[in-house]
Each structure stands twice: as structure tokens, then as C-alpha cells.
């Protein structure tokens, strides 16, 4: 296992449309993050699963936004309806539930919405 | 959430040793500090954290202040592949009443010349 990966890695849609991403995180990490990135600016937090359970989400998810992740291994994000204000580096990460771990990130994936 | 106050910008030259720096005056008892960098098109990447005392590991070291109200992030060599943003971040744990969410600000952009 070498990491955090995120399918797909690019993705242009037009608005209106739906659009579902994937996160595949390191095997043994039970926590993992969904963030969101524009150009310039640090990463937004959107949401975080432990095991199964979503124990946080951001104001930035609106109701357009869900995240999943239903056996606790993988995770989808799913933007419905989507505008020109969602493109954006949608970035995720996974940890163990330890106090002296840090966070690591996959790659991400870009959203582009025409 | 805490706030961390760091440089927009710092310039170093290959080999030589760089001192990032990072206030956080409003730092409460329970948070730990942490330490990301994110390379050019790349997704954030761990650094280092710590909670009281300095810390050291194969990427860097961090000092703490006596009064943590700031740190320094040192990067004993700097090399062409240092450049990036680097974040300062502080969080406390889920397990101690806080969050798992990692609050990005916009970070110091580190230039290294050759």
C-alpha cells in the first residue's frame, strides 16, 4: 500500500450535472477527510469519518454534497447539481484515531465545472 | 479554531539550514502543533508535530517555545525539493473534546535557490 489514491484525478463537467468522486485510503487508517482546495488559498475542511461514522461536517457541505463510507474503507464525495463555484481541488486524507499521528493526503482531484 | 500567524513568504539557499517561523499566541493547553507542506500540484504532506517539547524526525525539527505561544520549523538542509507552502497548524484531539479537522491557513511559501 503506497498511499492515499483519489479517482479520478481530473474531471471537467458542465453545471447542473452530477459528479461522484473516490477515495481509497491507507489500509489500516480508520479516519479519513474530505478538504477542498481553490488556487491560493490552504485547504477547507468539508467532512470526517471514523470507521463508518461521519462525526463532523463543515458548513461548506451543502445539502448538494454527500459523503459515504459505507464499509468503512473507501469513501465517496458526491457533489449533485453541480456550479462553477465547486471547481476546486477536492482533496482527501486518512489517519489513525491515535493522538500522534498526522493526516495524510492523496493527490487529488480536480473538479472543473463549465 | 486557534489562529497561527507565519511569513507569506521566505527565501533560502540550497544546503543551507532554514527557520520557519509560526506564532500562536492564543494557543490553549490542549493543542498540538502541527506542521504540513504542500508541493506544487501535490496534496498537503505531514511534517511533524508535537505538543510541549521539541521534536525531531527524518523530514525536520520543531522547537516550541517555553510559553507556546509560537515555533519554528527547521529544515537542517535545505534542498531544491523543500520548496513549497508550508503550514502551521494547531488542533486538539476528538478524544480531549476537540476536532480531527485540520485548519489551514495560507502558509509561507518557501523559495530555494540553487
Known amino acids: 500500500d503506497t498511499g492515499v489514491s483519489q479517482n479520478p484525478r481530473h474531471k471537467i463537467t458542465k453545471r447542473g450535472q452530477n459528479v461522484t468522486f473516490r477515495c481509497d485510503p491507507i489500509?489500516?487508517?480508520?479516519?479519513l477527510y474530505w478538504y477542498r482546495q481553490t488556487l491560493g488559498q490552504g485547504p477547507e475542511f468539508l467532512t470526517y469519518?471514523?470507521?463508518?461514522?461521519?462525526?463532523?461536517k463543515s458548513r461548506l457541505l451543502s445539502d448538494r454534497f454527500s459523503a459515504e463510507r459505507p464499509k468503512g474503507s473507501f469513501s465517496t464525495l458526491e457533489i449533485q447539481r453541480t456550479e462553477q463555484g465547486d471547481s476546486a481541488m477536492y482533496l482527501c486524507?486518512?489517519?489513525?484515531?491515535?493522538?500522534?499521528?498526522?493526516?495524510?493526503f492523496g493527490p487529488g482531484t480536480r473538479l472543473t465545472v463549465t | 479554531d486557534a489562529k497561527t500567524t507565519q511569513p507569506n513568504s521566505m527565501e533560502s539557499n540550497e544546503e543551507e539550514p532554514v527557520h520557519l517561523p509560526c506564532n500562536h499566541s492564543?494557543?490553549?493547553?490542549?493543542?498540538?502543533i502541527h506542521w504540513y507542506r504542500q508541493l506544487p500540484s501535490q496534496g498537503p504532506e505531514y511534517v511533524i508535530h508535537?505538543?510541549?517539547s521539541n521534536v525531531n524526525n527524518r523530514m525536520a525539527s520543531m522547537a516550541i517555545a517555553e510559553d507556546r505561544k509560537s515555533s519554528t520549523l527547521i529544515l537542517h538542509r535545505a534542498t531544491l525539493r523543500d520548496a513549497a507552502v508550508y503550514y502551521c497548524?494547531?488542533?486538539?484531539?476528538?478524544?480531549?473534546?476537540?476536532?480531527?479537522?485540520?485548519?489551514f491557513g495560507k502558509g509561507t511559501k518557501l523559495t530555494v535557490n540553487p
Open positions: 486524507a486518512s489517519s489513525l484515531a491515535t493522538t500522534s499521528g498526522g493526516q495524510y
Open positions: 489500509s489500516e487508517h480508520n479516519r
Open positions: 469519518f471514523q470507521n463508518e461514522a461521519q462525526l463532523e
Open positions: 492564543t494557543i490553549s493547553g490542549t493543542d498540538y
Open positions: 508535537g505538543l510541549t
Open positions: 497548524i494547531l488542533s486538539y484531539p476528538l478524544t480531549q473534546g476537540g476536532s480531527e479537522k485540520l485548519v
